[in-house]
């Protein structure tokens, strides 16, 4: 029973020594941190992995695997929190104050995220140097992150800045924060304006005043200093020597004072005023060419309307040209021909004529001979013969009396007997035989 219970001791010894020496010697690695663990023997040693460690009694301490160094509004510039797990952020300070080339002083905020190294003597290195991750920040990266956000604006004017130099800035100060500022050195430089200023002192001059004034001002330059090789000279950023790299560097925001804002309000309101006047000086420019344009298309519309009245009325001169040339030729070939039908037809009516002569003459010719043949018989012959148709036929149609009373006596008045009436005929066929200078006799022909 006593061996029982000797037994029973020594194993709840047993469990309670192991429950202690895992409560005080045990931890869990969480994700994103590189762990820094010190044993009771003195050693140490880097943690990366995920999961319960063994650390014998020993002491450990969180280090992030990336930290962030932010300027933000509503930031405390306190870092008690960096080494807390699952804390969001590393450092948050209020906007930085900077003051650009041009001594126009702005709140600036901007973000610059570290990576710390994890290998073993890398970061037990960087941990012997800065103990916790608070001071590596309070020592190292913040001092770093202000003065390379304040150099970069040494670099550049406000106005340039916010005037499309926000990209350049931007990369300046990632390039500063990655390789080291850059040493510089400010010149003051006197530049000329190429404007010249005319007084209006000299009343007596009028408009033709004197150029008086150069219109020179001064302006600061900042200048990289350079090496014999021409390479920009740096100072390098002490946290790369412990190997320390920057991941992201960003400027998010950037609030000049008021007075450059209502400087910039008046160059905007002018540079406004100015486009406007540029965009009417084009507006009235396009106007006028407009009116040039319409001008010069008006009269080449009259041009071209007269060019086509002209081709036009040439063209029907010309057509009527053609047509009176055709017309007069074609009059001219019609008398012409006129002429050689009338020469035909007279050279045709003179053969006529010249045929007609010739047959009367040869008809003539043959009457002449068959008249100088039978002296005319037969023609006379037919001439008797129609006076004394002519003459039986009176005769025959007369209107006689039925009775005539009449004497016989010889020397008295004629009282129209057949006898009488037959002398009568017989002296006109007497007369036309005479008339007809034929003598009725065969054989004898007329003189």
């Known amino acids: ?32 941190y590189v762990y820094h663990v010190r044993t009771i023997l003195g050693d140490e040693h880097v943690v990366s992995d995920v999961g319960y460690q063994f650390y014998l009694w020993g002491r450990w301490n ?10 933000v509004k509503g930031g405390d510039s306190t870092v008690s929190y960096v080494e807390v797990e699952n804390s969001e952020t590393s450092a948050a300070l209020p906007p930085l104050k900077i003051m650009f080339l041009d001594q126009v002083d702005a709140a600036a905020e901007a973000t610059v995220r570290f990576s710390i190294p994890t290998d073993q003597e890398g970061f037990t290195r960087l941990a012997h140097e800065y103990r916790t991750p608070a001071n590596l920040l309070r020592t190292a990266l913040i001092p770093a992150f202000k003065e390379t956000l304040q150099a970069t604006a040494s670099l550049m004017s406000a106005e340039d800045y916010y005037s499309g130099g926000r990209t350049e800035f931007n990369t300046e100060f990632e390039n500063q924060m990655s390789n080291g500022i850059y040493i510089v050195k400010r010149e003051e430089m006197l530049v000329s304006s190429q404007r010249k200023i ?22 600061f330059v900042v200048r990289k200093v350079t090496d014999a090789n021409g390479t920009p000279r740096r100072k390098d950023q002490k946290f790369t ?20 804002i209502e400087r910039m309000q008046l160059k905007q309101k002018a540079s406004a005023d100015r486009a406007i006047a540029r965009e009417q000086r084009i507006q009235e420019e396009e106007q006028r060419l407009l009116a040039i344009a319409r001008g010069e298309r008006e009269v080449a519309e009259r041009q071209a309307k007269a060019k086509v009245d002209q081709i036009q009325k040439t063209t029907e001169a010309e ?26 037809n007279l050279e045709k009516a003179r053969i006529e004529a010249e045929t007609k002569r010739t047959l009367a003459e040869a008809e003539a010719y043959q009457k002449e001979v068959i008249l100088k043949a039978d002296n005319a018989l037969a023609q006379k012959l037919d001439a008797e013969i129609e006076i004394h148709k002519l003459w039986a036929d009176a005769f025959a149609r007369r209107s006689v009396p039925t009775n005539v009373f009449g004497g016989g006596a010889a020397g008295g008045a004629p009282q129209g007997s057949d006898t009488e009436v037959t002398a009568f005929m017989q002296m006109l066929t007497l007369d036309a035989a005479k008339r007809l200078a034929y003598e009725r006799e065969i054989g004898k022909g007329a003189d």
């Not at 429950?19 to 994103?32: C, D, L, Q």
């Not at 020597?241 to 450059?260: K, L, Y």
């Not at 009527?320 to 055709?326: E, F, I, M, S, W």
């Open 319 to 344: 057509t009527d040209k053609q047509l009176a040339v055709t017309s007069a030729t074609k009059l001219k070939e019609q008398a012409r021909i006129e002429k050689e039908t009338a020469e035909i």
């Open 198 to 219: 005319s007084g209006s002192a000299n009343v007596s001059l009028g408009a033709s005043q004197e150029e008086y004034g150069d219109e020179a001002k001064a302006v």
């Open 241 to 260: 020597q412990f190997g320390i790299s920057v991941v992201d560097a960003r400027i998010t925001d950037m609030t000049p004072n008021n007075r450059f």
């Open 1 to 32: 029973m006593r061996n029982l219970s000797i037994g029973l001791i020594s194993i709840l010894t047993g469990l309670v020594l192991t429950v202690v020496v895992t409560w005080n010697s045990i931890f869990y690695a969480e994700p994103g």
């Open 62 to 71: 969180a280090w992030k695997r990336a930290l962030t160094v932010q300027a």
